[in-house]
């Protein structure tokens, strides 16, 4: 039982009926580490040009299902597909994979010993072959737009954590990924920082691009996603549209969640 | 000790160098002027801080030199004043025997530092293939990486001399064809043998010591397991590891004198046959001289570097 009967109607309605076009779909995920299961059956859609938002406790499974999506861990049982290809199939080649994937991190992980132009196009350039003149350019124009570009050949260690995170952003999105995945991208930041951070985000569902998220903020879920899931243990107790499960949770765990994570606003 | 390169009050517009210093900056230490884009002048409070600090620091500068004065003047007079020091004087400082065979025994540790230089760029690579072949796990390399694992095991074990008494003597004796002669050869790759061993430990430490994070991320981006190496964790393992190989280097400088048992004419073999010519012993004590002259400064130039290496770590963690 993933759901309470009232908004499994909605969520499925919303999500498991467009089988035929969503870009990842997640059927009966399960995975444990060292005998502690972290996600139970977990079913999950992502539709092209949606914001899916992930919220729960800490421990409660988001990071391990986006780690799962992006093959960092192995999946125990279950599928995840993407754009139709079934990337747990163990013969596939998940370098390949993972190019098509899009990761930002709660602690940036930018390389320290390239500047920011560099962190930006390594993977443009190693992994898809791009030659250096073309994968500078479209780094710049990307660095232009999150605000960046005179920190080009600045090293990470002299950018803020919230310059660090746009350029982790910029260094995902340079790979022109069919999907990205945020791992809590703004946990790690000031709050005076997180702002500048949601508004890259918020400008990147406006262009239309999938992503796949877990975050703490519940204001911007409520504004940008298209859907939110409540996770807890390791199972979605709730997900629908962010109006319904931000404002009108019906499982009495997203209530007791959401009056913990509001009390201290 | 570090005396500030802005001991005068400072022009507001002229901010004083950090790098100022001869023994890398303290990081607790104060540096005037760091804050001077603003048209700022130091004011009385702050003059006199600096002013209390200068007079500190001189305080403490004449203490530690006193200290150190009145120490040396310890030690020698114990050493001067005990029984056998007539013969020691004679012995090993002897004026004559140094100014005669000086240029000669220089002419033999130019030999040594050759040696160096040749095996230090050998073990540099071979380590870094050692190292490598230990950490990749394409299932093909299976046996190289075994082979590299007992090779490890093997050499490290091995008193480097006995090494190079088996290489020295032990390979000619094989009378295989190409194998070389030269006991300075010999010497060399005994010397390379032993010291890839841990060399290519000291690299595989620093492949490691790269964050997990770091391999996830080149990962995430959809680098594969070479290219990851190559542009993500190598860099970083090898700016980690410069302090411990040179800590490396400076004991394979010293050790180049192993290879005087197989009786090339390098510095402590030249020192050895004055010495044993004249019964006089102040030979050794040029040689040994010789020796420090080029470990001091790397010793030296290595703790710099290591410091500043703990200082970036510290910098990094705090973020």
């Given at each position: ?14 999500t ?59 999946v ?23 190019r ?42 990307l ?50 920082l ?10 990147l ?37 962010a ?22 606003r | ?22 023994g ?52 020698c ?8 020091w ?27 530092v ?126 980690n ?79």
């Amino acid at each position: 039982m993933t759901t309470t009967s009232e908004t499994s109607g909605v969520g499925d309605d919303a999500t498991l009926s467009s089988v035929g076009e969503a870009l990842l779909r997640i059927r009966g995920l399960r995975k444990s580490y060292a005998g502690r299961t972290v996600l139970r059956s977990i079913d999950l859609d992502v539709a092209e040009h949606q914001v899916v938002c992930l919220i729960g406790g800490s421990g409660s499974g988001k990071s391990t299902l986006l780690r799962c999506v992006d093959l960092l861990d192995t999946v125990d049982d279950g599928t995840v597909h993407l754009g139709g290809v079934e990337l747990t199939d163990p013969r596939l080649d998940a370098n390949a994979a993972r190019r098509r994937i899009g990761v930002v991190f709660q602690s940036y992980n930018l390389f320290p010993h390239l500047n920011v132009l560099d962190n930006v196009t390594l993977a443009p350039r190693k992994a898809h072959r791009r030659p250096r003149r073309a994968a500078e350019q479209q780094a710049m124009e990307l660095l232009a737009r999150l605000g960046l570009v005179d920190k080009a050949k600045d090293y990470p260690d002299r950018l803020s954590g919230g310059q660090q995170q746009r350029v982790a952003i910029a260094r995902a999105l340079a790979t022109d990924p069919e999907l990205l995945l945020f791992d809590e991208i703004t946990a790690a930041l000031d709050p005076e920082l997180v702002g500048e951070v949601l508004d890259v985000v918020g400008d990147l569902k406006q262009r239309g691009l999938t992503i796949l998220m877990a975050t703490h903020e519940m204001g911007f879920a409520r504004h940008a996603a298209d859907r939110v899931c409540f996770l807890e243990d390791g199972v979605i107790r709730e997900q629908g549209s962010a109006e319904q499960v931000l404002g009108d949770p019906q499982h009495p765990s997203t209530r007791r969640f959401l009056s913990r994570v509001l009390e201290h606003r | 000790m570090d005396e500030h390169t802005a001991a005068a009050p400072l022009p507001a517009d002229e901010p004083a160098s950090p790098g100022g210093y001869p023994g890398g900056a303290a990081a607790d230490d104060y540096h005037p002027g760091a804050a001077s884009d603003d048209g700022y002048t130091p004011g009385a409070v702050r003059r006199e801080r600096e002013r209390y600090r200068r007079a500190r620091r001189r305080r403490d500068g004449l203490i530690a030199a006193a200290c150190t004065v009145g120490l040396l003047a310890a030690v020698c007079a114990a050493v001067v004043s005990s029984p056998g020091w007539g013969n020691v004087h004679a012995l090993f400082l002897n004026g004559a025997e140094f100014r005669r065979y000086f240029g000669d025994i220089l002419h033999g540790f130019w030999l040594n530092v050759q040696m160096f230089l040749v095996s230090e760029l050998c073990i540099l690579v071979l380590g870094l293939v050692i190292a490598l072949v230990r950490v990749t796990r394409a299932p093909g390399l299976a046996p190289v990486r075994w082979a590299a694992t007992l090779y490890v095991d093997v050499f490290r074990g091995v008193p480097t001399l006995l090494l190079v008494f088996l290489v020295g003597f032990g390979l000619p004796a094989l009378q295989l064809q190409g194998t070389p002669s030269s006991p300075v050869v010999l010497g060399c790759m005994a010397l390379v043998l032993s010291y890839t061993a841990y060399v290519g430990e000291v690299f595989r430490a620093g492949l490691n010591s790269v964050h997990p994070a770091q391999r996830n991320a080149a990962k995430a981006l959809g680098l594969n397991e070479s290219q990851t190496l190559r542009h993500v964790i190598l860099p970083q393992a090898v700016r980690n590891v410069v302090p411990p190989l040179l800590n490396d280097f400076i004991s394979l400088q010293k050790d180049t004198a192993l290879v005087a048992t197989l009786g090339p004419l390098e510095a402590l073999r030249v020192a050895q046959i004055h010495s044993n010519y004249d019964f006089n012993y102040t030979p050794y004590l040029v040689a040994a001289l010789l020796f420090i002259a080029v470990t001091i400064p790397m010793t030296r130039y290595a703790d710099r570097l290591q410091s500043r290496a703990t200082q970036r770590q510290w910098a990094e963690a705090g973020r």
